[in-house]
């Protein structure tokens, strides 16, 4: 039998993009999940223009409009969303940090994804000994909470290097923390089913032509390994927000200077009960609202890409 080109690079049939998007236009609430983060990506990347303030101006705060309520309580109409303790309109300061959330999440998974990948391919091709010796090293962080190193690596930093040239450096930081504390799910679900596909007769005549290992890995195995990619992608972004989220209400993440939705929400809770709710309030529904559309585009596109329920 003879394999050609594109037996190797699509040894089955049908469209696996086109079986999602017809998935997603026959479900509702999938949809709507997917309107909800297209909306957000798209007020994220179009914040400067959108914002009704400039956040950078040295005008915009001001304490003489602190705590102002939203418009539709207050009667203030410069300030839909109302203001923080700091004069600040609160739906300019939620857009940008919003940007800034996902901007970290996104960084953080492609870090986790880009080394999970390499790790897990060469983990299921190889075998033997490195097999056994990346998969010891993925358990070896498993056993670890994610959270808490990353608790200590950012108290570290801050102890070592000091306030000021941590907030210069906390974004980068922060992407880098949660990026390298969660590539062992990339790596484990990669491996599992490269083990599966490398014994394919596809893969068997890629060796027979004498194609390189590296090009059997990445131009031939990895595109048929993307469905439990493209679901745990989905997933570790809302993880990876809600991980910021969580370091920087400790005081562990982003300066008030450039504020992320976690940011908001820590300095916003001590108002919580002192009347001006919104500050604490209005940040949380907008990162609840992100969080719960990612988990349902994620759950969705597990049940939509089982082998079980998907036939090529």
């Not at 930093?157 to 390298?180: C, E, K």
């Not at 993440?253 to 309030?281: K, R």
């Amino acid at each position: 039998m003879k394999y050609t080109k594109k037996d190797l690079l699509h040894p089955t049939s049908g469209s696996r993009w086109g079986h999602i998007w017809s998935g997603v236009v026959g479900d509702k609430l999938a949809m709507l999940a997917l309107i909800i983060f297209i909306f957000y990506c798209l007020v994220a990347l179009l914040a400067p223009l959108v914002a009704p303030f400039d956040i950078v101006d040295p005008a915009f705060m001001d304490l003489m409009n602190a705590e102002i309520a939203p418009s539709w309580i207050s009667g203030d109409h410069r300030f839909l969303l109302g203001t923080d303790a700091q004069g600040r309109d609160l739906l300019s300061v939620i857009l940008y940090g919003t940007r800034l959330s996902l901007t970290i999440g996104i960084c953080a998974v492609l870090i986790q994804a880009t080394l999970g990948i390499c790790i897990g391919l060469m983990a299921g091709y190889l075998g033997g000994r490195i097999d056994n010796f990346l998969m010891r090293c993925a358990d070896i962080q498993l056993s670890f909470s994610n959270m808490m190193v990353a608790i200590v690596f950012l108290a570290i930093f801050q102890s070592l290097f000091g306030m000021a040239r941590y907030q210069q450096l906390a974004m980068v930081i922060l992407i880098l923390v949660i990026g390298l504390t969660e590539w062992p799910l990339f790596a484990r679900t990669i491996r599992a089913s490269v083990l599966a596909e490398k014994q394919k007769e596809y893969v068997d005549a890629a060796r027979v032509m004498g194609i390189s290992p590296k090009r059997i890995m990445f131009r031939h195995i990895l595109p048929n390994t993307l469905s439990p990619i493209l679901v745990i992608f989905t997933v570790q972004i809302a993880n990876a927000i809600v991980a910021e989220a969580a370091l920087s209400f400790l005081g562990l993440g982003m300066p008030a200077t450039e504020p992320s939705l976690g940011s908001l929400i820590s300095a916003g809770f001590a108002y919580m009960f002192a009347g001006s709710w919104w500050i604490c309030v209005i940040p949380s529904v907008t990162l609840i609202i992100l969080i719960l559309a990612m988990n349902l585009l994620g759950d969705w596109l597990r049940d939509h890409l089982n082998p079980r329920t998907y036939k090529d």
